[in-house]
Every structure is written in C-alpha cells, then in structure tokens.
Nanobody
Framework: QVQLVESGGGLVQPGGSLRLSCAASGSIFRISVMGWYRQTPGKERELVAH???????NYADFVKGRFTISRDNAKNTVYLQMDSLKPEDTAVYYC?????????WGQGTQVTVSS
C-alpha cells in the first residue's frame, strides 16, 4: 500500500525558511506530477506548486519568488523550499502524487509562521 510521508513542518518566524519533504513508501509507478497544496481552517485547499516528471513547474502567485519545488524521481520524493515566509503562509501543507491511475495524498504537515 502506498503512503506519502511528509516532514519538515514546524514553527518559524516571519522571514524565515523551512523545507518540506514528501516521500512515497511502497511501490508507486508512472508518477506524472508531484505537488503541494495547503489549507487553513474554513478555506478550501489551494494549490501551492507542482512539478512534472520533466521538471516543468507551476506556482501559485502568492508564493512566486519565495518558494521552490523540486523532485528526486529516483527516490520518489518531492521537496518544497519555503523562504521569506509570511504569517499568511500558516497552514497545513499536503503533498500529492498523480499517476496515470490515481492520485495519492499525504497526511499533512503544519507550518506556522509567527513571531
């Protein structure tokens, strides 16, 4: 059974940095897209960034220039480097992998930006 295991969340001061990681355990094939969403209470889950197998990236406007997504295909792992963090970046961050058959989601990791 495939599971996505996230790590790297936590508490950081405004202007600080965090790096999220998400790795797949179990056998997973034909991953086309890896990415990150985030969600705050009372709001819908929103796309943060995604990256294709070929390395093409797409970012939400509110993170452009601050966040960087990358992936290691050999390790079935996706990363999100978050710099210049703002209080409004506080949310639960979820990773996802999309294959030709279905999508998989991580359990979520809390990121809190506060002084």
């Amino acid at each position: 059974q495939v599971q996505l295991v996230e790590s790297g969340g936590g508490l950081v001061q405004p202007g600080g940095s965090l790096r999220l990681s998400c790795a797949a355990s179990g056998s997973i094939f034909r991953i086309s897209v890896m990415g990150w969403y985030r969600q705050t209470p009372g709001k819908e889950r929103e796309l943060v960034a995604h990256i294709t197998t070929g390395g093409d990236t797409n970012y939400a406007d509110f993170v452009k220039g601050r966040f960087t997504i990358s992936r290691d295909n050999a390790k079935n792992t996706v990363y999100l480097q978050m710099d210049s963090l703002k209080p409004e970046d506080t949310a639960v961050y979820y990773c996802y992998f999309r294959t030709t058959i279905r999508s998989y989601w991580g359990q979520g990791t809390q990121v809190t930006v506060s002084s």
